[in-house]
């Protein structure tokens, strides 16, 4: 089926991506890409002191205690604030193409994915669109869950496996299931 005959139908050779800051140079970009291929994305573990370290040369700011576990993909260090003993778990994804504040004691678990970034599907140039993350202290994002943009989650808020979260949350609510939703239990009793 051809596009003309869809209202609104996206076209991927009008994508024009040009007004995106990136925040560094190209340059400062690929001297990160580099040191992300050699720090972060191997299989075998690597202390956190030098992914910790790496980070902050790059402009993240990144508190004490923090852990960070293999094949961990940081898109743009500079936009990244970490708070103290923050946990980050195996193949976790941040696509930080807009800020992301982790507060302290916040753990992010195996292959979580917080993205910053979508596309507008009823524009014909597929425009990007940003927005921030926040998670604030004592959150937990489980295994596989995804953390959309803009999304804001509340002090002591858990994401269960698996479930994709698309609003902001309240305190202590345990967020379940595609879109996920609040469990009736407080998370404070879990």
Not at 12 to 17: G, S
Not at 40 to 50: D, L, T, V
Not at 154 to 160: E, I, K
Request: hydrophobic share 45%.
């Amino acid at each position: 089926m051809r596009l003309d005959h869809f209202e609104n139908a996206m076209r991927l050779d009008h994508f024009d991506n040009a007004n995106f800051d990136r925040g560094v140079s190209r340059l400062t970009e690929l001297l990160w890409w580099m040191v992300r291929s050699a720090l972060f994305a191997p299989w075998f573990p690597i202390p956190s002191a030098f992914k910790v370290a790496a980070l902050r040369s790059f402009g993240a700011q990144v508190g004490r205690g923090v852990v960070i576990r293999s094949r961990v993909n940081i898109s743009f260090p500079w936009r990244v604030t970490l708070g103290d003993h923050v946990w980050i778990g195996d193949e976790v994804l941040i696509l930080s193409l807009a800020p992301v504040t982790i507060a302290s004691h916040v753990c992010i678990s195996q292959r979580a994915f917080l993205c910053t970034g979508s596309h507008d599907f009823r524009s014909e140039s597929f425009d990007l669109k940003t927005r921030p993350i926040m998670i604030e202290e004592g959150c937990w994002v489980t295994a596989a869950a995804f953390i959309g943009p803009g999304v804001t989650l509340r002090a002591g808020t858990v994401v269960t496996a698996g479930s994709v979260v698309l609003r902001d949350s309240e305190e202590g609510q345990i967020l379940s299931g595609n879109p996920a939703l609040p469990r009736v239990e407080n998370a404070r009793a879990v």
